[in-house]
């Protein structure tokens, strides 16, 4: 504990050795951090690199499987969210964990109500709240409902709630995602507040702009590993970039130019809504060609997920066309769209991509389950099921699958293989490959990618999404950049360099360039 | 290989099934019974004797079919807590053509227990659509159309069809010709039991082997799968309520040519329940929904003889059936009927 | 038409609320858990357990008073299984559910055998009190409705006001809400979920029973075999269609016992009777696809992790 001869004070928050495993996932594998006392300490990395993971094993929102936690220099078992507050550790997080219909005061009282006789006291609530923001320098109205404040609002009440607990600590998961450039500045702003007020800080991002602003300290994750940390004042965005990306041998793919051919898919000023109801796919356009891999670039929740279903057939587009083969499909059914050749890697294989519960066969055969050569009239011909799903799971090296194993019991990677080579056996026409390295294994990523490339030389036209930059970059032809729901830059994949689009992804390029 | 999967299959509803008999019997014990008298009975003594065993092979009939019916629903994800309205209304249609259809009876039975069927599925197609088109829950819309389908066939029966000599609620009898025959006299065993064991395979054949059947199974395990592989789920859950109500209708014909031979009120002790247990029970696969079948029917059948040689009613029968589906859910095993957890760790 | 506007008067609306008493208590306890976020389906059984119960402790005791206090924790014996197997040992809600109804519906005919040698009914021998409001039934209209109602009308309106106030005002209610509304929010805030979501189903189990009792108790003095006869899931009905809201959750009970005034009403006259007795049931039918496209059952059926995520859009 006195090694540490450069540390200007102890570390408050020291994890070692931290594993998780999910179902078909390896988040954590064996993760050292160290918190120091008043420092802003940035955790950073691609998207499902375990930085969230890991920090809610902090909060005790999952467990690791194994590993130790010592606060203060004392080793402790964090089991429940509870447990953490009552260590003085607190999370924010990504999505913030407010009720909608309570009030702003009410929301942080939560779990710590102020009592008048059996009542909620609810002057001393409003009371309590005013306190705490002024303190902090956070403004709120405290009688507001959740559901009717801003999402910068929102996130305020949220680290007010944290902060109501007394804690030292303080974890914000993605803080700047749904903020202003403004409300970003602001929020550091407070944060360097409470630094100076005792209080110690984890920012999660992937953003390196705010890394080199905010914090003291960055530590890199990938792939569920520790990378390295380091002092902010000793590194630049590249050094960082390096780190998070790992572009060294892992994703060097070996491929030849590309031959592109005729347009395939063309897509216009479509647009679509999220969720919500609010705009996501806000007049995408670009056109994919046979024989190219045409990969999007984008920070993630800039409107790939809905691009991805409004292409798919699984989110009607509120507008703009969709051109196959030079016919309009847009607001097509997912049946129709497969018909016509366009197959799909989803971005979740366990929600969109498989069915976990069911056989390896069960999930191969999704799509194609109702023609010739599987099936004949009403009848799923058995035989016919084995054999082409053996064919699946030997043409892709599925490890440990057998036609009636079930898919859920098989690893990440094992598991994308098996939605890969179910897609790709669909004549080459449009594979839309979403995120499709996300949690998987280094051997199946680097198998994945010659599978697409095999793919693309053999005539598909392959619409890569991707949030691993390095990924993007060294499989696709052509590269489009997304960012706000529009396709803000266009690039051929040999004369770009990962700053430029580094730029295009953080909606500053047009400033720098 | 496919043996030791099998039994490992097997196990968890087997201990399920023994944890639950043992805390009965504990209630048994409570109660100033002999729990070992009354499980013989239940458990044993149906077998004992032909004459027992024929009394178990009635009762087999309606809740293997019963078992089915449930079964094809939850598969699709879908709770048809509605199959005993259904059943009674397939029951009233096949007595009606049994009564006023005259005709041979190679015609008349078919006819009868395909319109029997007809009307349940129809009968099943009012909270599908409710479920499919108003997103109404179709748990408390099927149990509501229970009470409304008791309402309607006690009406059709004292009104419109009311027999010019009725005693009780009970319609006219079927013809002859329209009677199930029966082989193992002098119990009323009848051929329904080898058309419930044909429809089990091919419920099986449906499930496993057909097109429809695949797509049922997947919007029940994962419904977002389905959608995203073109399956419509709306379809595919009226599809499902179709044969849930095929099946549930055809519960009550035969048990109206077989068994009855005419429509009465409140014949039925709550087979359309028994389903759910028996599905449950057999893990909702087809070919295991005989087997449990058969225990329930031991136990209903062993229930007239407890109910001889202890203080306790039948309905005791009905309490060992709740603790058995407590036990049977709580192992976990009903992975598509769970609530799924978020697997996914973002970040 | 005649007919049914000639049975609409004082009296009717009087036995509207007699009616829907037993919906209501159930209702009100059902809400506890819908704003827990737990699917409450064994509100029948535990009704049907706790009239049965009442009685036969009213029978042995000779105490309507001990009636309602056996009724009542009867009631919550099963709520308190429920709540063990559905929220402890997570199995599924509904089969859960299912279960416990079917308990019910076996054990109270098993025990009326076993104890009172009939498969029919029994009588306890007493009932609750009513309170006579003196000079209040000679009020017109008024007294016709509320100037002699059972002591359990009074304590259901009453706890329609309780439920409010305790949702609304206190700490609990707050984190039942918030438990409901997100529970991993609730969780994070250091909230024990699955204690709050227990705590309602005992709470559900306790009114769910004085409902029962109500049946076997409140106007009669009788028990019969399944005499709930669905009244559960009415009340489950009336407070999905009462948006799980104390004051809407008695209003959607007012128009059930209305629905079933309504037909006690008719039954007299020419109408067969039959259809008359589907209306309760089709009423909350009604009620139900009227409320589904706004908030569907289903929606609290899943876990807020699940419902968060994207929603495949049907074409």
Redesign the interface.
């Known amino acids: 504990m006195s090694g540490d001869a450069n540390a200007p004070s102890a570390p408050i928050v020291r994890m070692r050795g931290i594993t998780k495993q999910f179902p078909g996932v390896l988040a954590n594998d064996a993760v050292d951090f160290d918190l120091r006392e008043r420092e802003v300490h940035a955790l950073v990395g691609e998207n499902g690199a375990g930085k969230s993971t890991l920090m809610k094993i902090l909060f005790g929102l999952y467990t690791s499987d194994s590993g130790t936690i010592e606060v203060d220099s004392r080793e402790v078992q964090i089991a429940t969210p509870q447990n953490a507050l009552d260590l003085g550790i607190g999370m924010v997080h990504q999505h913030f964990m407010l009720i909608p219909s309570l009030t702003v005061a009410e929301n942080i009282v939560l779990g710590a109500e102020p009592r008048r006789g059996p009542f909620l006291d609810l002057s001393r609530s409003i009371q309590r709240t005013r306190e705490l923001s002024d303190r902090y320098g956070l403004r709120v109205r405290p009688e507001a409902t959740v559901q009717s404040i801003s999402v910068g609002q929102r996130q305020r009440v949220e680290i007010l709630k944290t902060l109501s607990r007394g804690v030292k600590v303080l974890i914000l998961d993605e803080p700047t995602a749904v903020l202003t450039p403004q409300e970003t500045d602001d929020l550091f702003r407070v944060l360097r507040g409470l630094v100076s007020q005792g209080m110690s800080v984890v920012l999660i991002t992937h953003k390196l702009r705010e890394v080199l602003a905010a914090s003291d300290r960055v530590t890199v994750m990938r792939a569920g590993r520790h990378i390295g940390t380091v002092d902010t004042a000793a590194t630049d965005t590249e050094e960082l970039a390096r780190m998070m990306v790992g572009r060294e041998v892992l994703f060097r793919v070996e491929k030849k130019p590309a031959q592109p051919r005729e347009t395939l898919l063309e897509v216009r000023d479509l647009q679509a809504l999220d969720n919500r109801g609010l705009p996501a796919v806000r007049g995408v356009s670009f056109s994919l060609r046979r024989g190219e891999i045409y990969g999007i670039a984008g920070v993630e929740g800039n409107g790939q997920s809905e691009l991805i279903e409004a292409l798919t057939g699984l989110r009607r587009p509120t507008g703009g066309r969709l051109l196959l083969g030079g016919k309009p499909v847009e607001g097509s059914s997912p049946r129709r769209l497969r018909e016509l050749g366009v197959a799909h890697v989803p971005e979740d294989r366990l929600i969109y991509g498989t069915s976990s519960t069911s056989s390896v066969a069960d999930n191969a055969i999704m799509g194609f389950h109702y023609r010739k050569p599987l099936a004949e009239k009403i009848w799923l011909l058995k035989g016919r099921v084995i054999s082409w799903a053996r064919k699946l799971i030997q043409g892709f090296d599925v490890r440990g699958a057998r036609p009636d194993t079930l898919i859920g019991s098989l690893s990440g990677g094992n598991m994308q293989k098996v939605v890969l080579a179910r897609e790709m056996s669909r004549q080459p026409n449009v594979l839309i490959a979403a995120q499709p390295t996300r949690g998987v294994d280094v051997g199946a990523i680097e198998f994945i990618h010659s599978k697409l490339i095999e793919y693309r030389d053999a005539g598909a036209a392959v619409l890569l999404i991707s949030a691993e930059l390095s990924e993007v970059m060294s499989l696709s032809d052509r590269i489009g950049v997304i960012f706000n729901g529009r396709i803000v830059a266009e690039f051929d994949a040999g004369t770009v360099t990962e700053h430029q689009l580094g730029l295009y992804m953080l909606g500053a390029g047009k400033v720098s360039a | 290989m496919r043996a030791r999967r099998l039994i490992i299959e097997a196990l968890p509803p087997i201990l399920s099934l023994l944890a639950a008999l043992l805390v009965a019997a504990l209630i048994i014990l409570a109660?100033g019974e002999n729990p070992v008298t009354v499980y013989r009975a239940l458990l044993f003594e149906p077998f004992s004797s032909l004459r027992t065993f024929g009394r178990v092979l009635e009762v087999l009939v309606p809740l293997l079919l019963s078992g089915l019916a449930v079964a094809v629903a939850f598969r699709a994800g879908v709770?048809n807590?509605g199959v005993e309205g259904q059943l009674y209304l397939g029951a009233f249609a096949a007595a009606w053509v049994g009564f006023t259809l005259a005709a041979p009876g190679f015609l008349q039975i078919p006819a009868a227990m395909a319109f029997g069927a007809i009307v349940g599925a129809l009968y099943a197609l009012i909270p599908a659509l409710?479920r499919a088109y108003?997103?109404?829950?179709e748990?408390?819309?099927t149990?509501?159309?229970?009470?409304?389908a008791f309402?309607?066939t006690?009406?059709l029966i004292?009104?419109p069809f009311r027999p010019p000599d009725a005693g009780s609620a009970q319609s006219e009898a079927i013809a002859l010709t329209a009677h199930l025959g029966r082989w193992l006299p002098p119990s009323r065993a009848h051929i329904g039991v080898f058309i419930a064991l044909a429809l089990a395979v091919l419920l099986y054949l449906l499930l496993?082997?057909?097109?429809?059947?695949?797509?049922l199974?997947?919007a029940g395990?994962?419904?977002?799968?389905?959608?995203?592989?073109?399956?419509?789920?709306?379809r595919t859950i009226i599809m499902a309520m179709i044969f849930s109500g095929l099946l549930a209708g055809l519960v009550g014909a035969v048990e109206v040519l077989g068994i009855q031979y005419r429509f009465r009120a409140g014949f039925s002790p709550?087979y359309g329940?028994d389903g759910?247990?028996v599905a449950?029970l057999a893990r909702v696969e087809p070919l295991a929904i005989p087997l449990a079948a058969l225990l329930f029917a031991a136990l209903r059948a062993g229930a007239s003889i407890v109910q001889l040689n202890t203080?306790?009613?039948r309905?005791?029968?009905?309490?060992?059936?709740?603790?058995i589906?407590?036990f049977v859910?709580?192992e976990?095993l009903?992975?598509?009927?769970?609530?799924?957890?978020?697997?996914?760790?973002?970040? | 038409m005649d007919e049914i506007f000639g049975v609409i008067n004082a009296g009717l609306f009087g036995v509207s609320l007699r009616l829907a008493t037993p919906i209501l208590l159930a209702a009100i306890g059902g809400l506890w858990t819908q704003q827990a976020g737990v699917l409450n389906i064994a509100l029948e059984g535990m009704m049907l357990s706790a009239a049965f119960s009442g009685a036969a402790v009213t029978y042995a005791t000779g105490s309507a008073w001990a009636g309602l206090l056996g009724g009542m924790l009867a009631s919550m014996l099963l709520a308190a299984v429920f709540g063990l197997f559905s929220i402890r040992l997570k199995a599924d809600l509904v089969v859960v559910g299912i279960a416990i109804n079917l308990f019910a519906a076996g054990a109270t005919l098993v025990l009326m055998e076993r104890f009172f040698n009939t498969k029919g009914n029994f009588s306890p021998g007493r009932r609750l009190p009513n309170i006579t409001l003196g000079p209040v039934r000679d009020i017109p209209i008024v007294g016709d409705i509320i100037g002699q109602q059972n002591v359990l009308v009074w304590v259901g309106l009453a706890l329609v006001v309780i439920a409010h106030v305790v949702l609304y005002r206190t700490p609990f209610g707050l984190r039942v809400r918030s438990v409901g509304e997100n529970p991993e929010a609730a969780e994070t805030a250091g909230i024990r979920v699955g204690r709050v979501q227990f705590i309602t189903v005992l709470i559900s189990g306790a009114l769910a029973g004085m409902g029962g009792v109500n049946l076997s108790l409140g106007y009669v003095s009788q028990f019969s075999t399944n005499m709930t006869s669905g009244r559960g899931f009415i009340a489950l009905a009336a407070q999905t269609f009462g948006n799980a809201t104390p004051i809407g959750t008695a209003l959607a009970s007012l128009f059930f016992g209305f629905a079933d005034a309504l037909a006690v009403r008719l039954q007299t006259r020419e109408l067969p009777s039959d259809f008359v007795l589907m209306i309760p049931y089709l009423a909350t039918i009604l009620a139900l696809v009227l409320v589904a496209r706004r908030r569907s059952l289903r929606a609290r059926r899943q876990s807020p992790s699940e419902s968060e995520k994207p929603e495949a859009a049907t074409v």
């Open positions: 109660l709770f807590l409710l108003f997103n109404a829950d748990i408390v819309t149990i509501m159309l229970n009470y409304v309402s309607l006690n009406y004292t009104g496993y082997r057909t097109t429809i059947g695949y797509e199974r997947m395990a994962n419904p977002r799968f389905a959608e995203y592989g073109g399956v419509s789920v709306r709550g329940f759910i247990t449950l203080e306790l009613g309905e005791v029968v009905d309490v060992l059936q709740a603790i589906i407590l859910t709580a976990g009903w992975y598509f009927l769970r609530r799924r957890r978020a697997l996914w760790a973002s970040g």
